[in-house]
């Protein structure tokens, strides 16, 4: 079953999310329920906060980002056409190596990419699904997913990472975005 994802503006999308356990209630059905919310949304991350429920949760599924060109290194082709992940209770431990921009968009903000400033490496560590510990290095394209969607757990949004004159140029969108003045083709909850 899809959940309506919510949008920009809900008190939700700025908390801090607490970490779960695997006593966590229907955990299973939420994670499963959160895969299909992000496919039929045509996303490649999704954050538990995104969907109404402030806890240290979140898939990433790069392969709709698969590209195969000579703009990614043969690592970044073969991790992106493959990888497909749950994060539980994540924690960033390290973000390194240059700054480097790429347009980004959200779920939560349809209809509006920007360019982001994201360090090119990063290590996490995080629980998969069975619980089990895992402490890994992910780069490039990857690590910007995951670093948006860590960012959701944390809550800071995208647009809070961009200049502030580009904040007060969408400062409109983000508006009519809040009451439901877009068009997107995935349930959504919005909030005046």
């Known amino acids: 079953m899809s959940l309506p994802i919510y949008s920009y503006g809900h008190k939700v999308l700025r908390k801090k999310a607490p970490p779960i356990d695997k006593h966590y209630p229907n955990l299973s059905q939420l ?22 429920k402030s806890i240290r949760l979140f898939i990433v599924d ?20 493959s990888f497909r992940q749950t994060f539980i209770n994540p924690i960033i431990t390290k973000e390194e190596g240059e700054y480097w921009s790429y347009s980004e968009g959200c779920l939560s903000i349809p209809t509006i990419r920007e360019n982001v400033k994201r360090k090119n490496r990063i290590a996490i560590e995080y629980l998969d699904v069975d619980f089990k510990q895992h402490n890994k290095i992910f ?3 990857l690590a910007r997913v995951i670093q948006h969607e860590y960012d959701h757990i ?6 809070d990472l961009l200049s502030p004159f580009k904040k007060r140029l969408l400062k409109g969108k983000l508006s009519d975005i809040q009451i439901g003045k877009c068009e997107v083709d995935y349930p959504m909850r919005f909030f005046s």
């Not at 329920?33 to 995104?50: D, F, I, K, S």
């Open 31 to 52: 994670i499963d329920q959160m895969w299909v919310t992000m496919e039929n949304a045509q996303g490649v991350g999704l954050a538990a906060p995104q969907i109404g």
């Open 62 to 81: 790069t392969r709709p980002l698969y590209i195969s060109n000579d703009r990614l290194d043969i690592h970044n082709q073969i991790e992106l056409k």
């Open 139 to 141: 780069e490039g394209l």
């Open 154 to 159: 944390e809550g800071i949004l995208f647009t």
